[in-house]
């Protein structure tokens, strides 16, 4: 069987995508988001259908019960602290107009952080910033005349230390959360200034990562200026 052109196979998904719309509305579900929404959580499945269904009415569950359309009406209560504690910010965008968002995680001191927030409070924080993520990317998508709905990440890991062991289980949730609810939402996440130790994190976390969202993480060894340059 020969294999299908580009053209054929773009036909071939947006059959898909109305199809999956028509489920949608014939189960009286409105539909939260844009095609461009409804096309991440098909491809988060490989184009299939049912598993794409259940995944994203799962999600449209998990807004609803948590209010996430609202999150952006006001900031996390314990955001101050956060951003005492934490090095982190949004800085401008890449050349194809996504949002770069650039944290010193070696410099984290979770023992310090954990005093102050419960990881429930890390939690929310981080589903805050990933709605913000979602707003500039809808705002540079409508500037730029595109879609744009996916993020550059930048993680510094100059400092990582064992003291960083008490972050994992906040990094578990924050990965399970980013994988059930905002699939396809990351472009690349860049990990610079990674120490001898990182091959240890690496391997836990590695086992929280989806796949083909590791095939997005690049760690950059020397030279990562220019890249961002380049970018």
Not at 30 to 54: I, M, Q, V
Not at 109 to 124: A, G, N, R, S
Not at 193 to 214: D, M, S
Request: glycine share 4%; charged share 30%; hydrophobic share 40%.
């Amino acid at each position: 069987i020969d294999a299908m052109s580009a053209a054929e196979l773009q036909d071939a998904k947006n059959d898909v995508l109305a199809r999956f719309k028509a489920m949608l509305k014939e189960e009286d579900k409105t539909p939260w988001g844009t095609d461009s929404t409804l096309r991440r959580f098909l491809k988060a499945r490989e184009f299939n259908l049912e598993d794409a269904y259940k995944m994203y009415t799962s999600c449209l569950r998990w807004r609803k019960e948590n209010n996430i359309d609202k999150v952006l009406d006001k900031e996390p209560e314990k955001l101050a602290y956060f951003n005492k504690l934490v090095s982190c910010k949004f800085h401008g965008f890449d050349k194809l107009g996504r949002p770069v968002y650039i944290e010193r995680v070696g410099k984290i001191h979770y023992p310090t952080l954990l005093e102050f927030l419960t990881v429930d409070d890390l939690v929310e924080i981080h589903i805050w910033q990933m709605e913000v993520m979602a707003k500039k990317c809808a705002e540079s998508g409508a500037k730029l005349g595109k879609d744009v709905h996916k993020g550059v990440n930048i993680v510094d890991l100059e400092g990582l230390s064992m003291s960083h062991r008490h972050g994992l289980e906040f990094i578990r949730r924050c990965a399970k959360i980013d994988e059930q609810y905002y699939p396809e939402t990351m472009g690349k996440l860049y990990i610079i200034n990674a120490p001898r130790l990182f091959p240890f994190f690496w391997g836990i976390c590695k086992a929280w990562v989806h796949p083909n969202t590791q095939k997005k993480i690049q760690v950059l060894a020397v030279n990562h200026e220019k890249v961002f340059r380049e970018n």
